[in-house]
């Protein structure tokens, strides 16, 4: 295993690879004057709209400047020159583009003026990919997003995108990826981590892709969640303190400080949460439901000249969690409850560097090592069985990438791999005394390795197209290789603006390293009359095609995609625990029209936005892989996956009302997931809508107060009832918690 993880990451090093690796952009552009005459020798400012960050150029003979390196998020580039008015444009900048901006100069007036347009244009211009952009002010207003442990900052602005039986599903699917500035964190456990990748307080954009990767991306096929975290250079030695304080006797607090000087940026941030509401509970009741967690967070910038950049980012995690239990189930012995625990642990660490050899070539090299272990205990008075469950994973591996911007062509290459060292301890005690304990522990290894190149073309200023390929060799229980093609198309309308996209490709994730084997295996197999059969990878197969419209300021895309997997995976739990083992599925159809709208920013006073999604997510043939019943005959047709729901829809925004006050909202509906009991009528559960709502006033320039509710209409409705697949879980019911930032100058 040692040899395998030091040849990944010599191979690594060697061929170089990225500080921001493809969660950056290069951004060029041609200044000119009202004959397109191109003006030299023009100064050229990039500013971000949300931070001190800024770069400045001059342009070439030819009118030309280019900018390499560019995070990912909203921008603003100002053009002066002498005897020219100044002209101000916004743009928004998605990770893996090139955009060619012209900007044209008009003679100075008497009175030298600046022209600044009033809204940045779609960035759907370019990018195949649909993609949704979330910054840190969206963050901090949207009701509850900031919390620790929530994923609203992704199931409110995401279309397709929800949460159930404790796991975030995207496109019908809970595979997704975590990115840290373009550099994936590799996690192969499906369905048993709960704790979050990065604490919402510590990002300053999230960028969310949702299929028609191109081939920098990999293995995840239904999310990809790229997160940009804050640098400091929003700050000027300034510290904030965050406390909250609610019902159920939640809080969750965080104490982050950072700075900048033109050459090096720091954030670090400390944070602690508890709350008697934890998992989504398996009744109405809130019984045995604690969380509590710890974590710490840095990042570290410094840009040693003009052409090198190196960035230190990394995490330490510690969660715990109750599970809560059904106080009527009739597996529990009697006057006993299933007082089941979770323990996770979670850090990893990522240094970056960037060169720029010269404009448009740079060369991206980022080594990474994570680890994260889960802890499951069931209480020894568990019935019929009590089951503990250890697991603990790390990677060391790194990602390299050689990008090249010239005239029409955008070509990035690279590699990306790692290797993985698992281990396990299982134990079942049958507390009925039907069986035998069973105990086992596992050690194994494996590895992935990738290479890719991708090319974007620019055939016209209206048409640009995008050809890839990534080949993928993986080595665990199973020895695996797979070759992913990607074709994509976008198509611009001028003067219109519509931006119409296509896309067909293959995708493939890697199975999970470790579950139960050895004699713990037999025996469950000859007791339970189960087999096994080892995971392999999922194979996908993605049709998608879209639009992009500007409308007066709004911006409304939509797409239609369908997937076709293969060994889909899904997880299935152990007897009437939560310990759950990973399965593979026969085959899945998913398919879905999905729609967003966002609003101008109504004298920057007011901003709406909408998500939603028709979707269908269908499995088909017998359980094909992991721990499994026998299955001689595959059930006819195709039938709903338990996290199937056909519409699910998103209506909020906020509003900024007089004495500095702000009101933030978002509408949930969602028309029901799948029925899992046969004995209940329909094939889904109810439709449930709720309604959250976030009050805020700031006080100076140093304090601010929110208060918060979640579920305001205490609606309680039954989300999940499919207990071979994650069991039975209810909505949470109402919280209303009140938050103080306070921050200072240090």
């Known amino acids: 295993m040692a040899r395998r993880i030091s040849f990944l990451v010599g191979l690594v090093l060697l061929c170089g690879g990225t500080l921001f690796a493809t969660a950056v952009a ?15 020798d023009a100064e050229v400012v990039l500013k971000a709209e949300h931070s001190e960050f800024t770069q400045t150029t001059r342009t070439s003979a030819e009118g030309e400047f280019h900018f390499d390196s560019v995070p990912i998020g909203e921008y603003r580039i100002t053009v002066t020159k002498a005897d020219f008015g100044a002209q101000q444009e ?62 609203a900052m992704i199931t409110d602005y995401v279309p397709g995108a929800y949460y159930t039986h404790d796991q975030l599903h995207v496109r019908g699917g809970h595979q997704v990826s975590w990115l840290i500035d373009g550099v994936s964190i590799p996690n192969t456990n499906i369905a048993s981590n709960l704790g979050p990748q990065i604490d919402p307080k510590d990002i300053d954009m999230l960028e969310v892709q949702r299929g028609s990767y191109s081939a920098d991306y990999g293995d995840r ?33 965080q104490l982050n400080f950072g ?59 510690r969660d715990y969690y109750q ?40 060369l991206n090299v980022s080594p990474y090592y994570h680890h994260n272990s889960v802890n499951y205990g069931s209480s020894p008075q568990d019935f019929p069985s009590a089951a503990t469950q250890n697991q603990d994973s790390s990677y060391a591996g790194g990602q390299a990438v050689l990008s090249w911007v010239a005239k029409r062509n955008s070509l990035r290459t690279g590699i990306t791999g790692f290797g993985q060292s698992a281990n396990e301890f299982f134990r079942l005690v049958y507390t009925d005394g039907s069986f035998p304990t069973i105990t086992d522990r596992a050690n194994i290894g494996g590895g992935l390795a990738a290479v ?192 199937d729901q056909r519409n699910t829809l998103h209506i909020g925004g906020n509003v900024n009302l007089p004495w500095r006050t702000y009101a933030s909202t978002d509408v949930y509906y969602g028309s029901g997931f799948s029925n899992g009991d046969p004995t209940l009528p329909g094939d889904h559960l109810q439709p449930h809508t709720s309604f959250d709502m976030t009050l805020g006033k700031d006080f100076g320039e140093r304090v601010s107060l929110s208060v918060t509710g979640l579920n305001v209409g205490n609606r309680r409705v039954l989300l999940d009832n499919s207990f071979t697949f994650g069991g039975t879980h209810w909505n949470n019911p109402r919280e209303i918690f009140a938050q103080v930032r306070y921050r200072f100058h240090y």
């Open 221 to 253: 096929t239904y999310g990809i969640f790229n997160v940009a975290p804050r640098t400091g250079f929003e700050r000027n030695n300034e510290a904030e303190l965050v406390v909250t304080a609610g019902n159920f006797y939640q809080t969750d607090d």
């Open 452 to 643: 890719f190149a991708e090319d974007q073309l620019k055939a016209t200023s209206w048409l640009t197209l995008n050809a890839g390929v990534r080949q993928t060799h993986f080595s665990g229980g199973v020895v695996e290789n797979a070759t992913d093609p990607r074709v994509g198309a976008s198509l611009r309308v001028p003067k219109l603006n519509w931006v119409f996209r296509a896309f067909y490709g293959h995708f493939y994730q890697a199975p999970p390293l470790v579950t139960i084997s050895g004699p713990a295996l037999a025996q469950i197999m000859d007791l339970q009359q189960l087999s096994y059969i080892p995971l392999r990878g999922e194979r996908d197969e993605e049709h998608q095609y879209g639009v992009t419209i500007p409308l007066w300021g709004w911006t409304i895309d939509a797409d239609n995609f369908l997937t076709r997997a293969r060994n889909f995976f899904d997880h299935n739990n152990l007897n009437n625990s939560n310990v759950f083992f990973p399965v593979t599925i026969q085959g899945a159809r998913i398919n879905a029209w999905e729609l967003t709208l966002r609003s101008p920013n109504f004298h920057k006073r007011a901003q709406m936005y909408l998500t939603y999604s028709n979707q269908l997510a269908l499995s088909i043939g017998c359980v094909t892989g992991g721990l499994i019943g026998s299955c001689p005959t595959p059930p006819p047709g195709y039938h709903f996956l338990d996290h």
């Open 26 to 40: 290069t951004v060029r552009g041609i200044v000119h004057d009202a004959q397109h005459r191109p003006i030299a």
């Open 259 to 317: 700075g900048h000087t033109n050459r090096f940026a720091y954030y670090a941030s400390v944070a602690g949460n508890r709350t008697d509401l934890g998992l989504q509970t398996p009744t109405s009741a809130v019984i045995h439901d604690q969380a509590n967690g710890y974590g710490g967070f840095a990042s570290l910038t410094y840009n040693l000249n003009s052409a090198d950049q190196f960035r230190l980012v990394t995490q330490l995690r």
């Open 323 to 362: 599970v809560p239990f059904d106080p009527n189930n009739p597996s529990n012995a009697p006057g006993t409850y299933l007082k089941d625990f979770n323990r996770e642990n979670d850090e990893y660490v990522l240094f970056s560097w960037v060169h720029s050899f010269s404009p448009g070539l740079v």
């Open 90 to 151: 916004g743009l928004t900048v998605l990770s893996g583009t090139a955009p060619i901006l012209h900007i044209e100069l008009k003679v100075a007036k008497q009175t030298q003026s600046v022209t600044v347009t009033s809204e940045a244009p779609p960035a759907q211009t370019e990018s195949i990919t649909p993609t949704t952009l979330v910054t840190r002010e969206e963050i901090t207003e949207t009701p509850g997003a900031s919390r620790t442990n929530s994923l």
